[in-house]
């Protein structure tokens, strides 16, 4: 990695590989006491039925919130916009951590480049998330309290697998009936 945006070598396989990793680390973490769960937390939802997403420059008319507010934000607006809200990892050069939870939007009719309403534009150059139907959103999000819908919000850090618990149980098998999808198909690319 250097500090230049845009210098990975190949940054959506750097970021899948450390989803890859990710979830690795969770089912050993979990081994014997989450083994009834369809994922291995994030990464494993992820690697799932994760779709990845081109970086692009933010439209002038959207003004990005502040650092930490991406859930908040994407959902904001998405509603105010008729966008499609994604939740899942960024890859943005310069950090070690190699990726990070986040949330972005695209437009139901490109579909697959990110509206990023925290970070600047293109600093991220690689994304891998899972388009979510505004219904399904809404609805976890009444349901959790909170606007990250896979992970913990920024106001409440906590242990990710925990955080993708609702109340207490595994997060069900996703479907498509919730995923957001456009008329020809998920937003996205195949992981």
Known sequence: MTGAAGAFADPEQQLLSHVA???ALWAGTYRGRRDDWPYAGLAGLLLTHGRL??????????????????????????????????????????????????????????????????????????????????????????????AAIFTADPGGWQDNAMALLPVGRPLPDLSTALLAARSDGLPGRTV
């Open 21 to 23: 990793a990710h979830a």
């Open 53 to 146: 997403f081109t970086p692009a420059d933010r439209p002038p008319h959207i003004q990005p919130g502040p650092p930490g507010s991406c859930f908040a934000d994407a959902t904001r607006i998405a509603e105010a916009h008729d966008l499609i809200y994604v939740e899942g990892m960024a890859l943005v050069d310069g950090l070690p951590v190699g990726g990070f939870d986040h949330a972005w939007y695209v437009d139901a009719r490109d579909g697959h480049h990110v509206i990023d309403p925290a970070l600047p534009d293109v600093w991220a150059p690689a994304y891998v998330g899972v388009p979510l139907s505004g219904a399904y959103r809404r609805q976890q999000q009444a349901r959790r309290g909170g």
